[in-house]
């Protein structure tokens, strides 16, 4: 596998966590609510993928839906841990080593996409479209992806290296990923434009919360695939 990112790097930043965390509030409110048009909240019984499933924490949220579960990641030892914990949970997944761009699943498996604040690790708009027509291929006709990923506000991008073309190096010291290269939508339109050749139905909400000292801005992106 290829990706613009310190895998090993990766790998020891989960490797300190003690345990399940709590799922993403934003992604628990769009699979459980009316906020988006159509959404079909039967989910027990059908295949979610969850694309770079870091410590695992969506996937439990995702195993209480009743969600047969499916993840990658980009480095071993993180998913021996995930399985670990899902264990304690008495859950199972299917998990294997992966990328956006390099999903090891077959097509038109999956009923759901989860893509939690992983796309923008392209660090390219060719990777990024890569990475969807990915996403594409192993979702079911009429499955539907749910992607977050970081807008333009948000905190990991102070100090930060303008490199053009909505690419930025990552410069919080602060920061494991320093030195790391993101990409970053800087509004919906742009979204729209990479997103609808593949998929139907496409929608982009936002999430901008200031939390007293630093502020969190993502970009939530569905659609469905035809």
């Known amino acids: 596998m290829t990706t613009g990112i310190d895998e090993n790097k990766w790998a020891l930043s989960y490797a300190d966590d003690?345990?399940?965390?709590?799922?993403?509030?934003?992604?628990i409110r769009v699979l459980k609510g009316d906020y988006v048009p159509g959404l079909d909240r039967d989910y027990a019984g059908k295949k979610v993928?969850?694309?770079?499933?870091?410590?695992?924490?969506?996937?439990?949220?995702?195993?209480?839906?009743?969600?047969?579960?499916?993840?990658?990641?980009?480095?071993?030892?993180?998913?021996?841990?995930?399985?670990?914990k899902l264990a304690r949970l008495g859950t199972k997944a299917d998990l294997r080593a992966g990328t956006n761009r390099d999903l090891p699943f077959g097509n038109d498996q999956f009923d759901l996409l989860v893509s939690w604040n992983v796309i923008h690790y392209e660090t390219t708009e060719i990777d990024i479209r890569r990475a969807l027509s990915e996403y594409h291929r192993v979702l079911r006709p009429g499955g539907r992806f749910v992607?977050?990923?970081?807008?333009?506000?948000?905190?990991?991008?102070?100090?930060?290296?303008?490199?053009?073309e909505h690419r930025y190096?990552?410069?919080?010291?602060?920061?494991?990923?320093?030195?790391?290269?993101?990409?970053?939508?800087?509004?919906?339109?742009?979204?729209?434009?990479?997103?609808?050749?593949?998929f139907l139905d496409v929608l982009v909400g936002r999430t901008h919360d200031f939390l007293f000292s630093a502020t969190l801005d993502w970009f939530i992106v569905t659609g469905r695939k035809g």
């Open 18 to 27: 003690p345990g399940l965390g709590w799922p993403c509030e934003t992604l």
């Open 49 to 84: 993928l969850d694309v770079s499933c870091g410590n695992g924490n969506n996937l439990a949220f995702l195993a209480s839906l009743g969600l047969e579960l499916y993840g990658t990641e980009v480095h071993d030892d993180i998913l021996v841990s995930v399985r670990e």
């Open 147 to 164: 992607v977050s990923t970081t807008g333009p506000d948000h905190k990991i991008l102070q100090g930060c290296e303008a490199l053009g």
């Open 169 to 198: 190096r990552i410069g919080r010291k602060d920061d494991f990923r320093c030195g790391e290269i993101l990409y970053c939508f800087d509004e919906p339109a742009h979204i729209m434009e990479c997103f609808s050749p593949p």
